[in-house]
């Protein structure tokens, strides 16, 4: 088994920055891909970024690309979403996911791990 514990969540005002971390714990050494999801109040889940296992391939939703970068630290088992230029419309609950094989995928039923959630929220 994978834990997940997200952190970092909060109130910010359109244009701001936030960092969300994720640490894994467990069996880490099963994890391959690495996402981050969210999820807005009468909305799906869906992929916001994804990383490989040694962080050599990415993938970003069309909305957030040039604003979020994914990153992980495999030796801390960390993975890290930094978000900057914020807009109102990435208010969500956002989630920490971790698959045991790749490719990055976008759906949520090809991911074994979840976090618990962090509410971001973003004031216009």
């Known amino acids: 088994q994978v834990q997940l514990v997200e952190s970092g969540g909060g109130l910010v005002q359109a244009g701001g920055s936030l960092r969300l971390s994720c640490a894994a714990s467990?069996?880490?050494?099963?994890?391959?891909?690495m996402g981050w999801f969210r999820q807005a109040p009468g909305k799906e889940r869906e992929l916001v970024a994804g990383?490989?296992?040694?962080?050599?391939?990415?993938r970003y939703a069309d909305s957030v690309k040039g604003r979020f970068t994914i990153s992980r630290d495999n030796a801390k088992n960390m993975v890290y979403l930094q978000m900057s230029n914020l807009k109102p419309e990435d208010t969500a609950v956002y989630y920490c996911?971790?698959?045991?094989?790749?490719?990055?995928?976008?759906?949520?039923?090809?991911?074994?791990?979840w976090g618990q959630g962090t509410q971001v929220t973003v004031s216009s």
């Open positions: 996911a971790a698959a045991g094989s790749g490719p990055i995928a976008t759906t949520t039923d090809e991911y074994d791990y």
């Open positions: 990383i490989s296992r040694l962080g050599l391939s990415t």
């Open positions: 467990g069996r880490t050494f099963s994890i391959a891909v």
